[in-house]
């Protein structure tokens, strides 16, 4: 049965009707979601399971401490993007389910399958490519994927502090609060953390409406970010619940879909890439 | 002495050839698909045997790019491409996509891969897995630091390649989507529209920050010829420049001052000082100020680019030796010159030199005072001894 998957930005979310949800782990995370200490996750009280997001490109200095803290991961799943995290599980044969979290790449069964080679048996979808593509991946594939259907997703990781230096050097000062970056009437999230710089779309994807084709097509979960959500996200989750049991009790109609696709959408939500290629090819621009 | 390579990027055959007579030992080219520089002139599988074949000719070498993140449709004719890649004898391909990877292996186990830096390799266990899935070289992050570097290839013994010159991604490369985004251009398969040089309207809260300076991401490109000493020093195997879409004076100049630097340092390693004209002449090459990056420290503010969309287009080239003969050099005009001014000549076997222009000679055999026609064929005397492919520009050391 389909699952339900919330990447949480506050703890509070872990009391919806998500069947799992991503947490990220402080300084290891590039995912737009919640982070917290190992200790604090660990200490969290729920019955259902947690996956903790550790996608961030890792530098060589920081090699030593992620052994140390993997070794204290055993029975977790951890997102990665970083090979190293794939090679340490393998090398002190860690008790670890990973899942691919390089969202960029994982764009083709190809790839998806050469990590089912190396135990990793999860993958979470890219949000860049269409969903006749994401399904074609599932046709393709026995790893278990991650389908994102609703909400805002990274788009943009920095080793620089973007912020901080522009402000420096008008001599402005840094406030806590949250950035923006607005180019055309669309703006968007811009954060730092002690990685660096992060942008987070700044149209909020809903693919609601291609809920019923995601469940045909039997891929494992649903990916849902409550990232700064113009919705309430209980009553969001439970619209998804709802949807996923009339399905399964060969009840969801088209009208019940558009429906709470309709009661999702406003105008800061577009269906993202998931009928919409993107192109490459625009002529040349040789100098 | 240390066998280090000297790697330039080649838009196309003509500047292929010119970066290997300035100096590259190797040069990186796209095909027409797969590369990462989707709108550039690219080469076709013919151009690649003609470019291969020019190279190996000389004892030199030609990596091909397929380094795009490839969605399921773009591996449609990818085996096809991969033989004759393997057929025609390219040294190596350079790939970041790990199921691209597989695929060569298995079509291709003789086919030599190197590790594209859009996968951003920039630690030793991660290179160690791409070393155990038969990658042989790796190009690394342009993030990785000097320790970085230096422990990557002591651990697994592997060959590094690193970017020492030319623009840089902001994002993590490979991480950064802004113009799928934005522009609906695909960065991760060579349409990158280069948001990260746009300007951008930025607010803190509800508050639009005003200033003269606007909002961007833009960095400074890399400039690393202060560290090519260290580079060697702790293995660096491959020294790389980027530019495919650049112009050949671009390229050959960047890589005449690389290449003099390279053999200088591996001449004489004790007595090595390096020559503050090979900085001058890096500076007036570019159109936009460049830096170490992270090689030696932490980026801050001192590396980012503000100054928006100045940069300077270049107008230092003058032109191209096209022939010597009787004491008279026969050249094609690139941009404005006159008699009485002063120019710069330099080429492979030409130490750079200043000569007056004492006269302008046309194809009518006219004197002229001006030249003021790109691609204009003129005569202009010289006593000493130059080359056909010699580049003339405005004095930079002189």
């Known amino acids: 049965m389909n699952k339900i998957c919330l990447m949480i930005n506050n703890l509070d979310e872990i009391n919806t009707n998500a069947d799992i949800f991503i947490i990220g782990l402080k300084d290891y995370n590039s995912l737009n979601v919640l982070e917290l200490s190992l ?46 995290i794939v090679q340490i599980v393998l090398e002190n044969k860690l008790n670890i389910e990973l899942i691919w979290g390089n969202i960029r790449a994982t764009t083709n069964y190809q790839s998806i399958n050469t990590y089912l080679d190396y135990n990793v048996n999860y993958s979470i979808l890219s949000p860049d490519i269409t969903l006749d593509e994401m399904i074609e991946i599932s046709k393709n594939t026995k790893s278990k994927l991650f389908l994102p259907l609703y909400g805002k997703f990274n788009i943009f990781s920095s080793n620089r502090f973007l912020i901080t ?63 700064n959500i113009e919705f309430d996200i209980n009553e969001l989750i439970n619209a998804l619940t709802t949807l996923r049991t009339l399905y399964y009790n060969n009840m969801l109609d088209l009208k019940t879909l558009v429906e709470f696709h309709n009661k999702f959408t406003n105008k800061n939500t577009n269906s993202g890439f998931l009928h919409q290629k993107s192109i490459y090819k625009v002529g040349d621009m040789d100098e | 002495m240390n066998k280090v390579e000297l790697l330039a990027p080649a838009g196309d055959l ?49 990596y091909v790019t397929m380094n795009i993140i490839y969605h399921d449709e773009d591996f449609n004719n990818i085996e096809k491409y991969i033989k004759k890649l393997d057929e ?137 010829i202060k560290y090519i000493k260290d580079m060697i020093d702790i293995g660096v195997k491959s020294f790389k420049i980027e530019g495919r879409m650049r112009s050949i ?40 100020d460049n830096v170490p990056q992270f090689y030696d420290k932490n980026v801050g503010v001192d590396e980012q680019y503000y100054l928006g969309r100045q940069e300077i287009s270049n107008q230092d080239f003058l032109g191209v030796v096209l022939d010597y003969k009787d004491n008279m050099i026969t050249m094609e005009v690139r941009n404005y010159f006159k008699v009485s001014d002063y120019v710069e000549i330099f080429g492979p ?24 026609h790109p691609k204009q064929i003129l005569k202009i005397p010289c006593k000493k001894r130059v080359y056909k492919y010699d580049i003339i520009r405005i004095p930079y050391i002189y």
């Open chain 1, 165 to 227: 230096n522009y402000l420096e050097y008008i001599n402005h000062k840094k406030s806590n609060k949250q950035y923006r970056i607005g180019n055309k009437d669309l703006y968007y999230d811009i954060y730092e953390d002690n990685n660096g710089t992060h942008i987070v779309n700044g149209k909020c994807t809903n693919g609601i409406i291609d809920y019923r084709k995601v469940l045909d097509s039997n891929i494992d979960y649903i990916l849902v970010n409550s990232y």
């Open chain 2, 249 to 288: 004076y671009y390229v050959s100049t960047v890589l005449y001052v690389y290449r003099h630097v390279i053999d200088e340092y591996l001449k004489n390693k004790d007595k090595f000082v390096l020559d503050e004209k090979y900085i001058k002449i890096l500076s007036r090459v570019a159109n936009r």
């Open chain 2, 349 to 372: 076997k030409t130490e750079t030199f200043k000569l007056k222009i004492d006269k302008l000679i046309d194809e009518d055999g006219c004197s002229i005072d001006i030249a003021r």
């Open chain 2, 14 to 62: 003509e500047k292929l050839k010119w970066a290997l007579l300035y100096g590259a030992d190797a040069v990186y080219i796209g095909g027409k698909d797969y590369s990462l520089r989707a709108n550039a002139k690219n080469f076709s599988i013919e151009e690649i045997d003609e470019a291969v074949k020019y190279a190996h000719n000389i004892g030199k070498k030609v």
């Open chain 2, 88 to 224: 025609i004898g390219v040294d190596a391909v350079i790939v970041s996509d790990i199921g691209c990877i597989s695929i060569i292996k298995k079509i291709a186990p003789n086919l030599e891969i190197h590790l594209s830096t859009q996968a951003s390799c920039m630690n030793r266990l991660s290179a160690k897995f791409y070393k155990n899935l038969g990658v042989k070289r790796l190009v690394l992050a342009r993030e990785a630091n000097r320790y970085d570097i230096k422990d990557i290839i002591d651990y697994n013994k592997i060959d590094v390649e690193c970017f020492i010159h030319g623009a840089m991604c902001v994002g993590i490369s490979g991480r950064c989507v802004l113009s799928n985004y934005i522009t609906n251009r695909d960065s991760n398969r060579g349409g990158c529209a280069q948001i990260c040089r746009w300007n951008f309207d930025l607010y803190d809260g509800d508050e639009k920050i005003i200033d003269d300076t606007e909002f961007t991401m833009c960095s400074k490109d890399l400039q690393m």
């Open chain 1, 39 to 84: 200790e604090e996750i660990k200490n969290i009280k729920t019955s259902k399971e947690i996956i903790v997001s550790m996608n961030k490109v890792i530098h060589n200095n920081e090699i030593d401490k992620l052994i140390d803290i993997l070794k204290q991961m055993e029975g977790m799943k951890v997102i990665f993007d970083d090979l190293s």
